[in-house]
């Protein structure tokens, strides 16, 4: 029997255990890819609160305390595609992404990753060149998931911007889940898969999260995938 003075944050966890069902429910029902990404980014943020909730409960009800978070970074290889000729691929470049695990069982994940230029275009009309454009990849919100200790996996819904140095162009903006599981898009081969932290020891850390979206603000409707992999420096035991 829960203490009394802890019966009022059950019960708040009994909600959002609720919403959750339900918007599974309304994850099954989805009709499109954006109807898609959006639900799960709600479920992702649901488990989130709920982790923390739960961490609240515990300290209420005298459960010993949260284990340390842990801390780690990841030499990171990024690519992304698009389904625009003009720059059908960005990447790959290297950036240094940071990942917090946390809560109880490590189930919560804060992902950092920093403004990453993904090369530069040039620009022509016709067949003369006239200036040249740099991509430059920002999170605008989000980079906040889980952590799925049994088998591993990952996923982080996360607000990014492609910044356009060219004059003229407002940024790029997408929504997409990044995860380790696998995700379907317009764009050849039409699947790409992710890939679990692992922990065998030739390749202990090594992790691939990939995603699928479609462009809004310059370029709208443009389709854009990517890749994002390496090693992570420390992960969940």
């Known amino acids: 029997m829960a203490k009394s003075q802890c019966l009022p944050i059950l019960d708040e966890i009994s909600d959002i255990q609720s919403d959750i069902v339900t918007l599974q429910e309304d994850l099954a029902a989805a009709e499109s890819p954006q109807e898609t990404n959006e ?20 300290a209420c009800e005298g459960i010993p305390p949260l284990p340390t978070p842990i801390q780690a970074s990841m030499a990171s290889r990024i690519i992304m595609a698009t389904s625009d000729p003009r720059f059908p691929t960005l990447g790959p470049v290297s950036s240094t992404l940071t ?26 009309i016709g067949p003369i060149p006239i200036g040249s454009n740099t991509i430059t990849a920002r999170v605008m919100s989000g980079g906040q998931g889980t952590y799925t200790r049994a088998d591993n996996s990952l996923s982080i819904p996360t607000d990014f911007s492609l910044h356009h140095s060219a004059v003229g162009l407002s940024e790029s903006t997408f929504s997409m889940t990044l995860t380790t599981g696998t995700v379907t898009t317009s764009l050849p081969p039409g699947t790409l898969m992710g890939s679990p932290i692992s922990r ?5 850390g090594r992790v691939a999260l990939v995603g699928a979206s479609v462009l809004t603000g310059s370029f709208a409707g443009t ?11 420390a992960f969940p035991p």
């Open 99 to 124: 990942f917090t695990f946390s809560q109880t069982d490590f189930s919560v994940v804060a992902m950092g990753f920093p403004p990453t230029d993904l090369g530069t275009l040039t620009i022509t």
């Open 223 to 233: 389709a854009v995938t990517a890749i994002i992999s390496g090693t992570l420096t």
């Open 39 to 58: 639900i799960t980014k709600k479920i992702i943020k649901l488990r989130v609160d709920l982790a923390k909730k739960q961490a609240e409960f515990d």
């Open 200 to 204: 065998a020891a030739a390749s202990a």
